[in-house]
């Protein structure tokens, strides 16, 4: 992995134990008042605003090439779909991601996931598929038991050059984050840390069929949402460890 970096913090003593890569990656955001995104946040997690606003995003991607540290990808449980809803909070200065849910086409990193990094994951019906011209066309239909349904149907190609985020930007506020941020059944509040060089972004064009991902969280994506489409990127994730929010 290259050295060159953006994160604001030194890398965890502990060795990674996880390796990915993730393709084909959109992120798509919207602009939404900060109580109705705080509502849905637990106690300890302190939502981050930028002019006013929360921000919350749908990111369809790829993952492959997953595989713990020591060992290589594993044909059939190293490449899926995954989509996920999110926002940004910061706990003790460490700026990071919280997800409101993360559909996978995996039942195994489905159940890996919930178990081991308590986050919402969720068992869903996914496609994609790459046109001549660069679009690609991303379908995804929740079938998880006990779990409100949602469907996202878009097609979205890059629509100009691949840069890094200038620091300071809105595009680099909403991917510069280098953790996640997750809860356990007894409340208590996780950090799991990740690592990957910094983001090559575009502005993207999408056109959505149809998205209901925000509606059994009170989101209404109304609007032109702020889009871009990221090359691919190798990331590397540590285990969650629990973590004192102030």
Same mark, same amino acid.
């Given at each position: 992995? %290259? #050295? %060159? ?16 890569? +993730? ?7 919207? $602009? /939404? ?10 106690? !300890? ?7 006013? %606003? ?10 492959? #090439?997953?595989? $713990? ?5 594993? $044909? ?5 779909? =995954?989509? #996920? ?5 910061? /706990? ?5 991601? +919280? ?5 996978? =086409? ?11 990094? @308590? ?9 994609? =598929?790459?046109?001549? @011209? ?9 079938? &998880? ?22 620091? !300071?930007?809105?595009? &680099? ?10 809860? @356990? ?14 983001? %090559?972004?575009?502005?993207? /064009?999408?056109?959505?069929?149809? @998205? ?13 949402? &702020? ?5 691919? /990127? ?13």
């Amino acid at each position: 992995m %290259k #050295n %060159k970096s953006d994160r604001t913090w030194p890398l965890p003593r502990q060795p990674w134990v996880m390796k990915m890569t +993730w393709s084909e990656l959109l992120f798509a955001h919207w $602009p /939404i008042e900060p109580e109705v995104v705080a509502r849905r946040l637990p106690q !300890g997690i302190t939502l981050d605003t930028r002019e006013g %606003k929360a921000w919350v995003g749908v990111v369809p991607f790829l993952m492959s #090439n997953v595989a $713990p540290r020591p060992c290589p990808p594993i $044909p059939g449980l190293s490449r899926f779909l =995954e989509l #996920n809803v999110r926002t940004y909070v910061t /706990i003790d200065g460490k700026p990071g991601v +919280w997800f409101f849910s993360l559909d996978a =086409e995996s039942p195994v990193a489905v159940r890996t996931a919930r178990a081991t990094f @308590n986050l919402p994951y969720m068992d869903a019906t996914m496609s994609l =598929e790459r046109e001549g @011209n660069g679009e690609i066309v991303y379908r995804s239909e929740r079938t &998880h038991r006990g779990e409100p349904s949602a469907v996202y149907d878009a097609s979205y190609r890059a629509a100009g050059d691949y840069t890094e985020a200038e620091p !300071g930007s809105l595009e &680099h506020w909403l991917t510069a984050r280098y953790c996640l941020y997750s809860v @356990n059944r007894r409340g208590d509040v996780y950090r799991g840390e990740i690592d990957h060089p910094p983001w %090559k972004l575009a502005p993207a /064009i999408c056109d959505e069929a149809l @998205n209901t991902m925000g509606d059994g969280f009170g989101f209404r994506f109304d609007g032109q949402p &702020h889009l871009l489409m990221a090359e691919s /990127i190798d990331v590397r994730a540590w285990l969650v460890s629990k973590c004192v929010a102030r």
